[in-house]
């Protein structure tokens, strides 16, 4: 992928999910005063500008939030989980400011009083499927 | 963008009524509707005429999803006999049916309509409870928040995580707003659980020794709540008893303009506060332990009405989860950030508290049809402030009242304030 076709993708959810399938987590940045997005925006809020660019972010960050679920959405549900296996989805706090939910790995989530807000965390993409059928989902893992 | 904001005139509550709330096969949202507007005319003193209502505003989230039946308003209106009326929808989540009544007010103080008939209905025992959660789901920023596993009960139990974090609450603290929300529902006919939880765990034991089962050693109510297997963990640290149930139901208030009151009532409710206000998905929100849009809400409301937080004697708010309830005591001013856990836990917001929160039981015990909701929270109001509250009655006057009603997980909240003049 060059530069070039990197930044003339559309600031929608379809341009970030295929920056996602490239393990890629962007950020869309308002070239006008600086701040950056994630989820991505076409139009800057604070200024309201429409010059926005995509850049690519550190991916790291601190967690900011978190449950444990024991009964999911069926995709989750096809992923095998369930209440014998649940899983933890969370709310990261990225070094840049932007916040993201996204599923959160490398804890245990059996014992959840042992996951720490403030934990650092870092980018993680999370596979499931093969071949057109693969998705990739945004994860952060504890550090 | 200014804040201060009057009505164009007075606008009354003058009929409130609502249909019970439950799982009702056989019942589709038309029907309870039906039942809602039956009840609002048993409630206007001086009788009601239906045919000087003018116009509906229908709080509705997703018949859609939930019915297969989209553009309900206009049945709606067909079946209580009011065609060819304007029906309007009004959709905000779970704040459709306090934003319906925001609807009614402003087309009333506008100098539209004097007579306005404001609805809410939610039909959602058709589908199964996994069906409920997805359905419910899209009410999230869905390319955003849903692929992280998210479900409704996991978003509220994030806040908590954030909260606990924050303030020290522990998930005990959240069981004294169940408790205290179903020993309320316990004192509501219409409620979709009217049962303490004492006698919901008692109901457990007895059921178990029926069926020759082993005999749950629970002894208090605590025992139970602690328990996976009488309360299991949905969404740690969320359990099943911190989370509204799976209802249908509808609710209906009549409001006119003040001067023509009279006409129905010599006992109307006036409202005379409305804030509402928008926000982001829950990630995109600097904290996460308050409901940003609640506090503009509340504020707009509560300087339209020309009141403040101690004025108010009782308040219904969006308790879909326990935690949104500890929050809402806190984002309406009630109580300092992180006290609210603590006011619930030494009874300040039980019903002869210093500031009685949901005496109807709330989403939580009373049931959460999501497009009724915020229209029975009214309907509440109208009845404590009115002395008709029988055996939930608070004892304190009360000539201020509030209702707080959240979509989603805070990208909507609409607050009234209302008055009792006689
Ligand atoms: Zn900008």
Known sequence: ?????????????????????????????CIKCGESYVPPRAICPKCHSEEMEWVETSGKGKLAAFTVIYSGPTFMVEQGFDRKNPYVSGIVELEEGARMSARITGVDPTKPNEIKIDS??????????EGDEKKTYLAFRMV | MPTSRKLGRGVAMVGAGMSRFGAFAGKNSRDLFVEAFKEIKKS???????????????????????????HIAPLL?????????????????????????????????SGLYDVVLVGGAEKMTALNTAAV?????????????IPAGFTFPGFYAAMASAYMHRYGMKSKHLMNVAIKNHDNAALNPNAQFGMTIQNWMEGRIASAVKKGKPKPTWSTIWDFLHDESGNPTVAWPLRLFDCSPITDGAAA???????RAHEFTDHPIHIIGSGQASDSA???????????AAKIAASQAYEMAGVTRDDIRIAEVH???????????????????????????????????????NTSGGLKAKGHPVGASGVAQAVEVWKQMRGQAEARQVEMDIPLALTHNVGATGSTCVVHVYERRN
């Open chain 2, 282 to 292: 829950l990630h995109g929100r600097p904290g996460l332990t308050t409901i940003p």
């Open chain 1, 120 to 129: 650092p965390m870092t980018v993680d993409f999370v596979e499931f499927g």
């Open chain 2, 133 to 145: 959660t997805e359905a419910l789901a899209t009410a999230a920023d869905v390319p955003y928040e």
């Open chain 2, 44 to 70: 206007v003193d001086k009788e009601l005429d239906p045919s000087l209502i003018e116009t509906l505003y229908i709080g509705n989230f997703s018949s859609d999803q939930f019915e297969h039946q989209a």
């Open chain 2, 253 to 259: 208030i009549l409001l006119v303009a003040e001067e």
């Open chain 2, 77 to 109: 209106a067909d079946a209580v006999g009011l065609l060819p009326r304007p029906a309007t929808r009004v959709e905000d989540a779970c704040a459709s049916g306090g934003v319906a009544l925001r609807q009614g007010v402003m087309a009333i103080a």
């Open chain 2, 319 to 357: 308790d879909c989860f326990t935690i949104a309830e500890v929050i809402a005591s806190e984002d309406l001013g009630f109580f300092a950030p992180g006290e609210g856990f603590k006011a619930a836990e030494d009874g300040m917001t039980a019903r002869n508290g210093a500031k009685p929160i």
């Open chain 1, 1 to 29: 992928m060059s530069e070039e076709t990197t930044t003339v993708r559309p600031f929608t959810s379809a341009a970030f999910d295929q920056f996602i399938a490239e393990h890629k987590l962007m950020a869309s940045r």
